[in-house]
């Protein structure tokens, strides 16, 4: 954007009492820039990761083994009763530390897991927990009379899966998914707390120097307040494409 | 009596082996066991004598977390229940009020409202001519509390609405008023419907303690990054954060068991 564009934007607001400088200074502005798009990016990686961990957690969950179901589910019950600042912790700071060292032991060079990549791998696990949740529920109301009528209609096992059980069970959880994923937009803020440069940790380095945070915040709240309503259109979008007559309102 | 006896005989060791394969036991058990063995040998490893040692400190970091999370679902639970009141409110200006109040506290990450109560509010409060401190846990408390009111109203509002309105005619048919109406029948029921995802947001928001350490706070988490600075030892670091991932678990587990052992007894109602 040029500067004549900004300039007067920047005096309209300060007429208002709000402090919009940093947009005038290249560098700040370049980085806070980026940072918009590092967030995105958190997004646009885990929303698919999480949802593949969430299938494949379903999977185990229900697949009636009890050797592949218990620990599935102690996952599950770590992973929802413990913070997600610490399970980053836990990943970044110890599992990324055992890794470091042992690459250097056997000379294999720099540990090539970033902090991004590791709050995509613990974002994606834990949303994926709560994805996983949904689905096992949505398998679970799929009616029995459906089932026993699609069996009497000749359909094999993995055809009863994959064209009756699947489709209506993904339909019933789509709400709960959508609301996971909502929460996993705002989830992708505390990538902040091991310095990976999203829009939160750039607004942290500008506002120590600037002092501005309302203003900042306010910027913040605008583009996340902007990716959860994209994702809730979206999923409204596919709630409306996948609906079908006799089920939901 | 004798009949009793015999009734209870094969039962009792049943009983038995069921507590004997309840996996927390055995885990407990078996770490008790090692840490006992260790301290009668004397072979205890350096990495946990000093988890001991710094043990009374996570802990009393944990207790500031607890204190964090109580005041702010106490207060988000007062304020929640006035907003969820307005949710239903017949005036409709009112009611897109508290609209906008719930939709935008539900929608903003806790981590950039705990930021925003930060750094706004000052450090120190004049009212009149006496001041008072703002500390940094307290204001991680109004960070919490706002989410934690907007979660509240909805329950709220999700419970009044889902007593059929064919008890408010049917109270109404009896000659009961309004506010009667209100607290003999609708509200008693609602309490039971609200209880579990009440626990639920309790659980989330105990966990979203752990963001005050980002802001200066001396919790748990606080503590637990001193403790591995101090020691600097590998071992120790991966006890230290372990430990603290097991405090969480173990304080958050249970609340989780006890809520979804209420929802399958309303369940069965």
Redesign the interface.
């Given at each position: 954007m040029s500067d004549s564009l900004l300039v007067p934007g920047v005096q309209a607001l300060k007429g208002l009492g709000l402090n919009y400088a940093f947009v005038l200074d290249d560098m700040e502005r370049q980085a806070f820039v980026r940072g918009l798009g590092v967030s995105l990016q958190l997004c646009l990686l885990t929303i698919p990761a999480s949802l593949a961990v969430g299938v494949l957690l379903a999977a185990l969950l229900s697949s009636g083994r009890a050797w592949l179901a218990a620990p599935a589910r102690a996952f599950v019950?770590?992973t929802?009763?413990?913070?997600?600042?610490?399970?980053l912790?836990?990943a970044f700071?110890?599992l990324n530390?055992?890794i470091t060292?042992q690459l250097r032991d056997w000379g294999a060079g720099p540990n090539p897991l970033t902090p991004f990549l590791w709050v995509v791998i613990v974002v994606s696990l834990h949303k994926g927990v709560f994805h996983a949740e949904a689905l096992r529920a949505g398998i679970e109301s799929v009616p029995h009379t459906t089932l026993e009528a699609a069996r009497s209609l000749g359909f094999s096992r993995r055809q009863l899966l994959a064209r009756v059980q699947l489709p209506l069970a993904v339909r019933f959880a789509l709400p709960s998914l959508v609301n996971n994923l909502?929460d996993l937009v705002?989830?992708?803020?505390?990538a902040?707390?091991i310095a990976v440069g999203d829009v939160?940790y750039q607004s942290?380095m500008i506002?120590t120097q600037r002092d501005n945070?309302?203003e900042l915040?306010l910027l913040?709240?605008l583009w996340?307040?902007l990716l959860?309503g994209l994702v809730s259109l979206a999923g409204r979008w596919l709630e409306q494409r996948l609906r079908m007559p006799g089920y939901g309102q | 009596m004798a009949n009793d006896a015999a009734l209870n005989a094969p039962a009792a060791p049943w009983r038995h082996v069921a507590a004997l394969r309840n996996p927390w036991l055995l885990a407990g058990l078996a770490l008790l066991t090692l840490l006992g063995l260790w301290s009668a040998t004397g072979t205890t490893p350096v990495a946990v004598a000093l988890l001991w040692k710094w043990l009374p400190s996570l802990l009393r970091g944990l207790l500031v977390n607890i204190e964090i999370s109580v005041l702010a679902v106490a207060l988000g639970t007062l304020v929640g229940l006035v907003v969820g009141a307005l949710l239903l409110s017949p005036s409709k200006p009112v009611q897109r009020l508290a609209r906008l109040y719930v939709q935008a506290f539900r929608?903003?990450?806790?981590?950039?409202l705990i930021?925003?109560t930060t750094?706004?509010f000052p450090f120190e409060v004049h009212i009149g001519p006496w001041s008072f401190a703002f500390p940094d846990w307290l204001k991680v408390v109004l960070g919490l509390a706002l989410p934690t009111s907007a979660n509240v109203a909805e329950i709220f509002r999700g419970a009044i609405q889902s007593i059929p309105s064919a008890q408010w005619e049917a109270a109404q048919s009896l000659a009961f008023r309004r506010r009667e109406i209100l607290r003999l029948i609708v509200l008693p029921q609602c309490l039971r419907r609200m209880l579990p995802p009440w626990m639920n947001l309790y659980?989330s928001i105990t966990?979203?303690?752990?963001?005050a350490?980002?802001v200066g706070v001396h919790d748990v988490?606080d503590m637990?990054?001193i403790a591995?600075n101090t020691v600097v030892r590998?071992d120790f670091?991966?006890l230290v954060?372990?430990t603290?991932?097991a405090l969480?678990?173990a304080y958050?587990?249970p609340i989780?068991r006890a809520t979804r052992a209420l929802e399958r007894r309303h369940e069965r109602h």
């Amino acid at each position: 954007m040029s500067d004549s564009l900004l300039v007067p934007g920047v005096q309209a607001l300060k007429g208002l009492g709000l402090n919009y400088a940093f947009v005038l200074d290249d560098m700040e502005r370049q980085a806070f820039v980026r940072g918009l798009g590092v967030s995105l990016q958190l997004c646009l990686l885990t929303i698919p990761a999480s949802l593949a961990v969430g299938v494949l957690l379903a999977a185990l969950l229900s697949s009636g083994r009890a050797w592949l179901a218990a620990p599935a589910r102690a996952f599950v019950e770590v992973t929802r009763n413990t913070p997600t600042l610490v399970q980053l912790y836990c990943a970044f700071l110890v599992l990324n530390m055992l890794i470091t060292q042992q690459l250097r032991d056997w000379g294999a060079g720099p540990n090539p897991l970033t902090p991004f990549l590791w709050v995509v791998i613990v974002v994606s696990l834990h949303k994926g927990v709560f994805h996983a949740e949904a689905l096992r529920a949505g398998i679970e109301s799929v009616p029995h009379t459906t089932l026993e009528a699609a069996r009497s209609l000749g359909f094999s096992r993995r055809q009863l899966l994959a064209r009756v059980q699947l489709p209506l069970a993904v339909r019933f959880a789509l709400p709960s998914l959508v609301n996971n994923l909502v929460d996993l937009v705002k989830m992708t803020a505390v990538a902040s707390a091991i310095a990976v440069g999203d829009v939160t940790y750039q607004s942290i380095m500008i506002w120590t120097q600037r002092d501005n945070v309302l203003e900042l915040l306010l910027l913040i709240l605008l583009w996340f307040g902007l990716l959860t309503g994209l994702v809730s259109l979206a999923g409204r979008w596919l709630e409306q494409r996948l609906r079908m007559p006799g089920y939901g309102q | 009596m004798a009949n009793d006896a015999a009734l209870n005989a094969p039962a009792a060791p049943w009983r038995h082996v069921a507590a004997l394969r309840n996996p927390w036991l055995l885990a407990g058990l078996a770490l008790l066991t090692l840490l006992g063995l260790w301290s009668a040998t004397g072979t205890t490893p350096v990495a946990v004598a000093l988890l001991w040692k710094w043990l009374p400190s996570l802990l009393r970091g944990l207790l500031v977390n607890i204190e964090i999370s109580v005041l702010a679902v106490a207060l988000g639970t007062l304020v929640g229940l006035v907003v969820g009141a307005l949710l239903l409110s017949p005036s409709k200006p009112v009611q897109r009020l508290a609209r906008l109040y719930v939709q935008a506290f539900r929608n903003v990450p806790l981590l950039v409202l705990i930021y925003f109560t930060t750094y706004v509010f000052p450090f120190e409060v004049h009212i009149g001519p006496w001041s008072f401190a703002f500390p940094d846990w307290l204001k991680v408390v109004l960070g919490l509390a706002l989410p934690t009111s907007a979660n509240v109203a909805e329950i709220f509002r999700g419970a009044i609405q889902s007593i059929p309105s064919a008890q408010w005619e049917a109270a109404q048919s009896l000659a009961f008023r309004r506010r009667e109406i209100l607290r003999l029948i609708v509200l008693p029921q609602c309490l039971r419907r609200m209880l579990p995802p009440w626990m639920n947001l309790y659980a989330s928001i105990t966990m979203s303690t752990s963001l005050a350490s980002l802001v200066g706070v001396h919790d748990v988490v606080d503590m637990a990054q001193i403790a591995s600075n101090t020691v600097v030892r590998t071992d120790f670091t991966i006890l230290v954060y372990f430990t603290l991932l097991a405090l969480f678990f173990a304080y958050c587990y249970p609340i989780a068991r006890a809520t979804r052992a209420l929802e399958r007894r309303h369940e069965r109602h």
